[in-house]
């Protein structure tokens, strides 16, 4: 079956644009999550989502970074008013369920080939 | 917040040999995860470990996770090119946090 897929796959922004990026899940996962990998290092947690709910949103840095997944499915990362430190590869992740906040494995997590943005 | 240290960040090893990537954490792994990616794209999951002393094998990668469930290794066994790519380690933060945190990756470039 179809993977994650991410659109679009590389965006070129002018600082103090607003930029939007897309996330489809695989068919049925329940959960979604966002990460942000900056050059040279591990992807880091941004927000996650259950189902429509956006039930942590303690990684996004600033209040420019906004999250939304109206229908349970489809989710979107929105930055406004761009700066250059935001530039990185955003990576989406999707998981059939979660075990989320308790002291034992998740469900594993698929990700997509991820947005690389870039603002000048 | 749980750490994960990753060693080495870069290996470069010749064609047919083996190798071992090592993944440490400060705390205990409720669930340790091993991803590949290759440059420009995402993570490619590998395997992933939940109790202490288990070993999982796939192809010619092997995992491990030691008995106190604060370390694994990642050992390849007669490498290819395909192995090539940058290997992340990622773990559940536990106490309370979602999403998985991740080391800083090893660069593997294999030398035919």
């Known amino acids: 079956g179809a993977g994650v897929s991410q659109s679009p796959r590389y965006k070129v922004a002018k600082r103090g644009q607003d930029v939007a990026l897309r996330c489809d899940p695989i068919s049925g996962h329940v959960s979604l999550f966002w990460y942000q990998q900056a050059l040279g290092q591990g992807p880091e947690f941004l927000t996650y989502f259950q189902n429509e709910a956006q039930l942590d949103k303690s990684g996004l840095p600033s209040d420019r970074f906004f999250a939304e997944r109206p229908e349970g499915s489809v989710s979107t990362l929105k930055i406004q008013r761009t700066q250059q430190e935001d530039s990185a590869v955003y990576l989406c992740a999707s998981s059939f369920e979660l075990a989320g906040g308790m002291e034992t494995a998740q469900e594993t997590q698929y990700f997509g080939p991820g947005t690389r943005l870039l603002v000048l | 917040s749980q750490e994960l240290e990753q060693s080495p960040q870069s290996l470069i090893v010749q064609e047919g040999k083996n190798l071992t990537i090592n993944c440490t954490s400060s705390?205990?792994?409720?669930?340790l995860y091993w991803y590949k990616q290759k440059y420009g794209e995402g993570l490619i999951f590998l395997m992933m470990?939940?109790?202490?002393?288990e070993e999982k094998s796939h192809e010619k990668i092997t995992a491990k996770l030691d008995e106190k469930k604060q370390q694994s290794s990642l050992h390849i066994t007669a490498s290819q090119p395909s192995h090539a790519g940058i290997y992340l380690c990622?773990?559940?933060?536990?106490?309370?946090?979602?999403?998985?945190?991740f080391g800083k990756g090893t660069h593997l470039i294999i030398q035919p």
């Open positions: 470990l939940q109790k202490g002393g």
């Open positions: 705390k205990t792994l409720y669930g």
């Open positions: 990622g773990a559940t933060p536990g106490g309370g946090a979602d999403g998985l945190t």
